[in-house]
């Protein structure tokens, strides 16, 4: 993966799948195509819209080219079947909790509870996985995202928080399932989804994916929206030593810290809510899946309400934690039960008044899928995902507004 700003046209036939998935804009930026086809065929680099986006350097070959196809959040995100106990709004769902990392450090430094980190490290140290797959900061590019392989608790902790900056977890698959190691795996939605579809062609990557952990996921800024926050902030991508978006308290502030000493920070409404969220690339604004429904857990912010509306107001942290599989909610269960993990339960109903944009999301996804594909002529396909039934939830008049609101993006928007 390359994360100096290229000219993503392809230098292949511009006709490849993973071209014109990437030209219509339904690229999620996860990486699969590049371990699909070898890096020496497909690289990801940051596009000029400030996108991780494939860069085809030599033709494929027929099998790559299937199993993309099969892989692709991009060409197609699927459940095999509609199963008992599939929520309208939630998908897949075993058990909901809300709770903490009893950690106070990985708590603090965590994005909302550190729940994640919490059973992230409870794995390591229980033997469960030889180690954990997870996006941290570059080490050498304080806002380059890239894939570590965390074996220890100063691992996980460095990984903590999130990054609101495009990922490719995935485009390093190859080297994790070389490992041939147990291990657990931390991503966006769509990065599990392509992981899952991944792991019915990889026998070893399927034996050794011992959880799939995700977050809920509002969509992915360009690093541009990163850049924009820190010219607001005063500063810029030269001078920094470290960024991060949030964490540090919860929700935590964005915070330069420039390499001559300076510090710069603002408050998560004004970094995420009036900067970052208006740079998410349109794959994300039309996706099926804003909250993991292919993981074994999934954590999210536990937001406490106000009005109505989420408050954002500084406290210890609170992650969602949704247990989607046997595994995961064995997993999470064992987790409380070594004590590294404090959580109670929740109604189902809850979890709304926490994730109202997602609620939005589920319902007017269908409607956005179809306007994307009479703009676009093309849209990737989404089965068994609930979706129509999610859209007779939604009030009508705001869905069909919504809806024509992004055929316009969709016929204005460059990628
Ligand atoms: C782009 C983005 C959008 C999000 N949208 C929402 C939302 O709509 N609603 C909501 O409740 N939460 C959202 N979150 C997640 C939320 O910020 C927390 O991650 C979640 O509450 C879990 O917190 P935690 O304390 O359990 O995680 P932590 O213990 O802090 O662990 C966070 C984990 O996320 C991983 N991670 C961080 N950034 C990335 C990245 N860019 N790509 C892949 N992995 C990453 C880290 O490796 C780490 O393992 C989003 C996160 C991101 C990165």
């Given at each position: 993966m390359n994360q100096a700003i290229h000219d993503a046209s392809p230098v292949a036939d511009p006709a490849e799948p993973v071209m014109q998935v990437a030209r219509n804009g339904y690229c999620t930026g996860c990486g699969a195509c590049e371990s699909i086809a070898g890096s020496d065929t497909i690289t990801m680099r940051t596009s000029?819209?400030?996108?991780?986006?494939?860069?085809?350097?030599?033709?494929?070959?027929?099998?790559?080219?299937?199993?993309?196809?099969d892989v692709c959040p991009g060409m197609t995100v699927r459940h095999e079947r509609i199963e008992a106990g599939?929520?309208?709004?939630?998908?897949?769902?075993?058990?909901v909790r809300a709770g903490h990392s009893t950690d106070p450090a990985l708590r603090r430094q965590g994005s909302s509870g550190g729940g994640i980190s919490a059973i992230a490290l409870h794995l390591l140290e229980s033997?469960?996985?030889?180690?954990?797959?997870?996006?941290?900061?570059?080490?050498?590019?304080?806002?380059?995202?890239?894939l570590q392989i965390s074996r220890n608790r100063a691992?996980?902790?460095?990984?903590?928080?999130?990054?609101?900056?495009?990922?490719?977890?995935?485009?390093?698959?190859?080297?994790?399932?070389?490992?041939?190691?147990?291990?657990?795996?931390?991503?966006?939605?769509?990065?599990?989804?392509?992981?899952?579809?991944y792991a019915l062609h990889d026998a070893r990557l399927k034996a050794n994916l011992v959880c799939a952990i995700s977050f809920m996921c509002a969509g992915v800024p360009s690093i541009l929206g990163t850049h924009e926050l820190l010219k607001k902030l005063g500063t810029s991508a030269d001078e920094l030593k470290t960024f991060?978006?949030?964490?540090?308290?919860?929700?935590?502030?964005?915070?330069?810290?420039?390499?001559?000493?300076?510090?710069?920070?603002?408050?998560?409404?004004?970094?995420?809510?009036?900067v970052l969220n208006r740079h998410l690339q349109f794959r994300c604004k039309i996706c099926p899946d804003g909250t993991g429904e292919f993981a074994d857990i999934v954590c999210a912010d536990a937001w406490y309400?106000?009005?109505?509306?989420?408050?954002?107001?500084?406290?210890?942290?609170?992650?969602?934690?949704?247990?989607?599989?046997?595994?995961?909610?064995?997993?999470?269960?064992?987790?409380?039960?070594?004590?590294?993990?404090?959580?109670?339960d929740l109604p189902v109903d809850d979890i709304a008044q926490m994730q109202p944009y997602q609620v939005y999301r589920k319902q007017v996804v269908w409607g956005r899928r179809l306007a994307a594909r009479l703009a676009r002529g093309s849209a990737p396909a989404y089965t068994n995902m609930?979706?129509?039934?999610?859209?007779?939830?939604?009030?009508?008049?705001?869905?069909?507004?919504?809806?024509?609101?992004?055929?316009?993006?969709?016929?204005?928007?460059?990628?």
């Open positions: 000029r819209g400030g996108w991780l986006r494939p860069t085809v350097l030599k033709p494929l070959s027929e099998h790559a080219r299937a199993v993309i196809r599939h929520h309208l709004l939630w998908g897949p769902l075993v058990a033997g469960k996985v030889a180690f954990v797959a997870q996006i941290a900061v570059s080490r050498t590019d304080p806002l380059a995202n890239e691992d996980i902790l460095r990984a903590a928080g999130s990054r609101y900056a495009p990922s490719a977890p995935l485009g390093r698959l190859r080297e994790i399932i070389a490992l041939d190691q147990p291990f657990a795996f931390v991503g966006k939605p769509c990065d599990i989804a392509a992981l899952r579809r991060r978006y949030r964490g540090d308290g919860w929700p935590g502030m964005a915070r330069a810290v420039t390499r001559d000493g300076r510090f710069f920070q603002t408050d998560y409404n004004s970094s995420w809510g009036t309400g106000k009005d109505g509306y989420p408050d954002f107001t500084e406290r210890d942290g609170r992650s969602l934690l949704l247990s989607r599989t046997r595994t995961g909610e064995e997993l999470v269960r064992r987790a409380i039960e070594s004590g590294a993990i404090e959580a109670d609930g979706l129509f039934r999610a859209a007779l939830s939604a009030r009508p008049v705001s869905a069909l507004r919504d809806a024509i609101g992004t055929f316009r993006r969709a016929k204005g928007e460059k990628q």
